[in-house]
Structures are given as C-alpha cells and as structure tokens.
C-alpha cells in the first residue's frame, strides 16, 4: 500500500521570505500523481500543484515550486516570498494512475506566517 | 464555478443516532470520496465510489457505510454514531480515469461532527 509521510507538524517563516515543506512517499508503481493541497481556515482544501512522475522537470505555480526527487521519493514543496495568506495546514498527497483513483495523503504541516 | 456542496459544516449528535452526511457535486464527476480528518493523523479515506451504486472500502470503513444512488450525490452513514467518531468529515469529488488537470479532485468545506 502507499504511504505518504509529513515529518513536519508545524513550520514558520518570516513574510517574505522562503519556507520549504517536506513530504516523502512511498510505492511500488512507476507512475504516478502528486499533489500539494492547502487548507486554510476557512476549511476548503485547494490544489497548490501537481507533479505528474514520468516528467522529469519540476512543477511550478507562481511562488511555489516543487522539488521533485523520483528515486529518493521525495516531494517538497518551496514556497517563496512568503505572504500572509499563505497560512494554512499543507497536505502532501499521491495518486495511482492505475486502479483505485483515490488520494493518500501525508499528516499535514500547518504552516504560519511571521509578520 | 465548480462545487462540492456538504449539508452541514457543524453537526452535534448523540451517541447511539443515525447520522446522516450528504454531498453532492455539480461537476458530473465518476469519483466521489469520504475523508475524516483528525490532527496529526491527515486525511483518512472511509469509501469511496467511482460510480452510481458502486462503492468500495477505504482504509477506515468500519462504522460507516455510504449509499450512491444519483451520480451527484455520495452520502456517509454513521449506523450508530461513538464519541470516537467526533472528527471532520471532508467529501471529494474527481473525473474518472483522467490526467494532467483532470486529476484535480475538489472538496467541500467539510463537516465538524460532533457525538456526545
């Protein structure tokens, strides 16, 4: 079965600045999805980005970026010029491609914002 | 504007009830999924559905059943509700057998349920 780890409860960073959230996972497939969820208070979990496996090249959406290491399993989430709305639980999650099209995802990071 | 719509964001009930939790999706998704969220432990998937009366098991079923009798609608039932059922509850809905952006799967704004 897959797991998807979040060894980081909680992280903070100074606005504007560069915070990076770590995820590892793991599976036996050769493809996959992954994803970076935020969920802010208000509860809605929206989509942050998605890396698909077979692309080598890393996601990137505006000020957050993806560290995308297919052999080590990992799947860190670089957030840059930190704003106060960034503040949220962070969820790493994966997706087979084949089969149960379900989300596992990791325990969260809840991730504050120093003004 | 896509939507997942859930019945309650809080709900208290009492030990022993029937409860209840409705969602349904506006976006002709085949893919319909229960979570329960607690902290430290993530998102847990309960059931899922990837078609109209189907369903399948996730990695927590046990207290819970689901019933999907319209394409847009996926409700979760808790047969006699415990208090080790207080958690939030997140509905999700995706495309069947899609990729690249169809793979986004939407949420609602969850259920806080409370058993007393």
């Known amino acids: 079965a897959q797991t998807v780890t979040q060894s980081q409860p909680e992280m903070s960073v100074q606005e504007a600045e560069t915070v990076t959230l770590s995820c590892t996972y793991d599976t036996s497939e050769s493809d996959y999805y992954l994803f970076w969820y935020k969920q802010p208070p208000s509860r809605q979990m929206i989509l942050v980005i998605r890396?698909?496996?077979?692309?080598?090249q890393n996601a990137t959406e505006n000020r957050f970026s993806v560290n995308f290491q297919k052999a080590a399993k990992s799947f860190s989430l670089k957030i840059s010029d930190s704003q106060l709305g960034d503040a949220a639980m962070y969820f790493c999650a994966y997706r087979a491609i084949q089969g149960a099209q379900k989300l596992v995802f990791g325990q969260g990071t809840r991730l504050t914002i120093n003004p | 504007d896509v939507k997942v719509t859930q019945s309650s964001r809080y709900l208290v009930k009492r030990t022993g009830e029937k409860v209840f939790l409705e969602c349904v999706q506006d976006?002709?998704?085949?893919?319909m999924f229960w979570y329960r969220q607690d902290p430290g432990l993530g998102l847990r998937l309960i059931y899922f559905?990837?078609?109209?009366?189907?369903?399948e098991k996730g990695d927590i079923p046990e207290g819970y059943s689901v019933s999907r009798e319209k394409k847009e609608r996926f409700s979760l039932i808790l047969e006699s509700a415990s208090t080790n059922q207080t958690s939030m509850y997140l509905c999700?809905?995706?495309?069947f057998g899609a990729g690249g952006e169809g793979t986004e799967a939407f949420f609602g704004q969850g259920t806080r349920l409370t058993v007393v």
């Open positions: 999700a809905s995706s495309l």
């Open positions: 890396q698909e496996a077979y692309k080598q």
């Open positions: 559905s990837y078609d109209v009366k189907m369903k």
């Open positions: 976006m002709d998704h085949e893919n």
